[in-house]
């Protein structure tokens, strides 16, 4: 014995305890961002239940839509009652979403649209978050145009002090990988718009997490997962999103990937499901939240 009391043996074993925690692991590294749930998982729920629910499951931020502005109007509130119903939740807002449309929209529609771009920026810097998301049009255009919107709504989001994190959706006609938003984003190289990188888009795109090895850390604006299906898909629809670990998407490579970039901000559960709207609203969060921790912290699928 020593001193300590503690034997040779001993000494050894609390010697591989501490190699044991201080190892990096795809969970580990994971669990040090924070987690949030978009609107759209708990779609068919009010959001002011959707606030407590989010809150009362464990979830550390919530994603706004701009439809949860629009439904609020619809029903005669003001977006300043959206504001302040958030502000009293006293949760993280990881992001807000803005309109789509913008990148090839023209004359009095794309007036529109960046107003409404305007405004979205405008109640994320109210609501203390640095974030707002877009994802690409869904038709198609010129690379130029793109490029130039880019720009000008750069620029928008740098006046109220926040980023825009575009998606690339794997459902839509033109801009459906991650090389091809790649090529806009590097071509309008403006500081104020970055990548949102989505598991399930990234999985049905194709991806896999080795594509992470040519984008730089800067490029990374916002993490959104889901899982995809292991059958069944159908092209063209994407509301068939499901927790993690029951499809096919490697979420432990995924996350690791993202971790050895250096991501550190929020990373959100975008899980549109009509199968899931029909279930209690609060039990699809808990399990969620579960499910995020379980699978990252595995081999992957």
């Known amino acids: 014995m020593t001193d300590l009391g503690v034997t040779r043996y001993n000494r050894l074993t609390v010697a591989n305890c501490v190699r044991i925690l201080r190892a990096p692991t795809a969970f580990g590294e994971f669990v040090k961002n924070p987690l949030a749930l978009h609107t759209w998982t708990l779609d068919t729920t009010p959001l002011g239940s959707v606030l407590d629910i989010v809150k009362t499951t464990g979830w550390q931020g919530i994603e706004l839509r701009r439809l949860d502005f629009k439904r609020a109007a619809d029903a005669g509130q003001p977006a300043e009652a959206v504001l302040d119903l958030v502000k009293r939740s006293a949760l993280g807002v990881s992001c807000v979403g803005v309109e789509l449309g913008w990148l090839w929209a ?6 529109r649209l960046l107003a409404a771009f305007d405004e979205s920026c405008r109640w994320a810097k109210s609501l203390g ?3 707002v998301m877009s994802p690409v049009d869904r038709g198609e255009g010129t690379v130029a145009r793109a490029v130039d919107s880019v720009k000008e709504v750069g620029e928008i989001a740098g006046r109220h002090g926040v980023r825009l994190a575009l998606e690339f959706n794997s459902q839509c ?3 459906n990988t991650l090389r091809s938003v790649r090529e806009v984003l590097a071509s309008a190289a403006h500081p104020r718009v970055g990548l949102l990188l989505d ?11 080795r594509d992470l090895e040519e984008v730089s850390p800067a490029e990374i604006a916002y993490v959104q997962y889901s899982d995809v299906p292991k059958s069944g898909l159908v092209a063209g629809q994407a ?4 927790p993690p670990g029951q499809g096919s998407v490697p979420f432990a490579a995924w996350f690791s990937a993202f971790a050895g970039k250096g991501y550190t901000g929020y990373c959100s559960y975008e899980a549109p499901n009509p199968a899931a709207w ?3 609203p609060a039990t699809v969060s808990r ?3 579960a499910a995020t921790r379980s ?3 595995g081999s992957g699928a």
């Open 278 to 280: 029909a279930r209690d």
């Open 106 to 111: 023209e004359g009095a529609e794309r007036a």
């Open 129 to 131: 978050c640095g974030t």
């Open 239 to 242: 509301l068939d999103r499901l």
């Open 287 to 289: 399990e969620a939240l």
């Open 295 to 297: 699978a990252a912290g």
């Open 173 to 175: 006609a033109q801009i």
């Open 199 to 209: 598991t399930y888009h990234l999985q049905r795109s194709g991806a896999t997490p």
